[in-house]
């Protein structure tokens, strides 16, 4: 099952910066859409932002304008920048491959990456 590996998390002050990166196995990055979503403790996992197989991307209310989802089809990776971060923001972030252009989620869910935000 395809399973990513999430880096990139950190601790980070408030209205800091941080760029997760999510590595994608074998040759299916080009092909598929992808998601991230976070989880924080005693909250659900909630889905913050994706990127369909053409490039657009949809964003959570809570992150537009501070986040940016973006691929690189030639590295095989998939990213998640993260500007004017909030306390709000800390959560353990999870990287997921969507079938094309569905929002039916392929694999499994991996350790994740934690992103802690100090206010």
């Known amino acids: 099952q395809e399973q990513f590996v999430e880096s990139g998390g950190g601790l980070v002050q408030a209205g800091g910066s941080l760029r997760l990166s999510c590595a994608v196995p074998?040759?299916?990055?080009?092909?598929?859409?992808f998601a991230w979503y976070r989880q924080a403790p005693g909250k659900e996992r909630e889905l913050v932002a994706s990127?369909?197989?053409?490039?657009?991307?949809t964003y959570a209310d809570s992150v537009k304008g501070r986040f940016t989802i973006s691929r690189d089809n030639v590295k095989k990776t998939v990213y998640l920048q993260m500007n004017s971060l909030k306390a709000e923001d800390t959560a353990r972030y999870y990287c997921?491959?969507?079938?094309?252009?569905?929002?039916?989620?392929?694999?499994?869910w991996g350790q994740g990456t934690q992103v802690t935000v100090s206010s």
């Open positions: 997921r491959m969507r079938l094309y252009d569905s929002t039916l989620l392929v694999g499994s």
């Open positions: 074998g040759n299916t990055v080009s092909s598929n859409g």
């Open positions: 990127i369909s197989r053409s490039g657009s991307t």
